[in-house]
């Protein structure tokens, strides 16, 4: 399996239009158009987590902010759509 060729740490999940990874991927090209300009997904993803208090805190695991997710998510099963 080949390298992402803009990190260099993880296995490329993507040929077309170059061998990248998922995230390398998502910072290049991923984008949404919203009210007149295309904004780069991640951006619009980390400002709804932050919107929601779910953006990970300064000193706070990987494990405790995924725990906190969860806790989340189960909390607002309503807001699912699809169940
Ligand atoms: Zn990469």
Not at 12 to 28: G, Y
Request: charged fraction near 30%; hydrophobic fraction near 35%; charge should be positive.
């Amino acid at each position: 399996m080949a390298s992402c060729q803009d990190c260099n740490a993880k296995v490329a999940t993507h040929a077309q239009p170059m061998i990248i990874c998922d995230r390398c991927w998502a910072s290049r090209f991923s984008t949404q158009f919203m009210e007149g300009e295309y904004i780069p997904f991640r951006d619009i993803h980390k400002a709804r987590l932050k919107g929601l208090n779910l953006w990970r805190k300064e000193g706070e695991s990987i494990g405790d902010w995924g725990d906190r997710c969860k806790a989340f998510s189960k909390q607002n099963q309503h807001r699912r759509l699809f169940k």
